[in-house]
């Protein structure tokens, strides 16, 4: 049976408190070939915002959520919910997870509970702007012969504002947000492919994969900085890995991003008060040699 293609998975780091910290969990998804981690707050912590960001930046993660804001019936759940915002942005974090927490003491309004959250949300965001999103994708995994496996898959997507409230003030910085704006993040082609052959020898087995990703070209920030528009790229990553007869060990040479594409994981724009646009990189190409031991049974 063919491995998971650990570079589609994304480490909720809760699951792993007991092992490791929030820095030996960067290091594991790195090691590993996992490419999206979600911390939790209370690891962010310990480790440190900005020594989280500089280690997640390079290791070259995505932050794919950070857990959690929200638990709007506790006392101080503004303050807090606008650090986790902070947080979020510092991490370049695809989305802020919410707990919003549970009815208050005595109450089983639940509607009420319900408004509490939207009531709760209300104060540190705002529905200024509609938007259309819509697409497809699509997924193939073939296996063509004994010890091959095929992967491909394909995704369209458009996305588009369809309306801005004109009470609102869109101009926030140099520039203005306007309807023909890109919306962030949203590429309107992406392709993977992945093609894995295990062959089984009498002391263990050798397991060859490579993987390549197609992103079409986006915009890291609402206002469509051109410092921050990411040209379409392509990543190619290539391993090899040797499995002991028993299953107890593992070595693997791999290659990352092996074309050295150049490319942008997030963005900041301040151009009216600090002058300044900030980018963080993907990484570049690298080569590594990775040791697995199981121990027990």
């Not at 969990?25 to 790195?30: K, P, V």
């Amino acid at each position: 049976m063919a491995s998971p293609d650990p570079a589609r998975l994304s480490l909720n780091t809760a699951t792993i408190r007991e092992q490791w910290g929030l820095a030996q969990a960067i290091d594991g998804c790195a090691r590993h070939g996992i490419r999206g981690i979600a911390p939790w707050r209370d690891q962010l912590a310990a480790m440190g915002v900005k020594e989280a960001a500089r280690a997640i930046n390079a290791h070259g993660l995505t932050v794919t959520g950070l857990c959690r804001g929200g638990f709007f019936t506790a006392k101080d759940w503004q303050d807090d919910n606008r650090r986790a915002i902070e947080e979020a942005h510092a991490l370049g974090a695809q989305c802020l997870v919410l707990v919003v927490g549970g009815l208050p003491a005595g109450s089983k309004d639940l509607e009420g509970a319900r408004n509490e959250v939207n009531d709760g949300i209300a104060p540190v965001t705002r529905n200024a702007a509609k938007a259309d999103i819509d697409g497809f994708e699509l997924e193939l995994s073939a296996v063509p012969g004994e010890g091959w496996l095929v992967h491909a898959g394909i995704g369209y997507l458009n996305a588009e504002y369809t309306e801005l409230d004109p009470s609102e003030n869109f101009t926030t910085d140099l520039l203005s947000l306007l309807e023909d704006n890109k919306l962030v993040n949203t590429p309107e082609w992406t392709i993977n492919t992945g093609l894995q052959y295990a062959a089984n020898l009498s002391s263990g087995q050798i397991i060859t994969r490579v993987n390549y990703s197609y992103t079409d070209d986006t915009y890291k920030d609402a206002l469509n900085f051109p410092q921050l528009h990411q040209d379409a790229f392509g990543l190619l990553d290539a391993f090899i890995t040797y499995v002991s007869d028993k299953g107890n060990w593992e070595a693997s040479l791999f290659g990352k991003n092996l074309t050295d594409e150049t490319y942008i994981l997030s963005g900041f724009a301040n151009g009216l008060t600090q002058g300044r646009v900030s980018a963080n990189l993907g990484r570049p190409r690298e080569w590594g040699v990775s040791f697995k031991y199981l121990f027990g049974e």
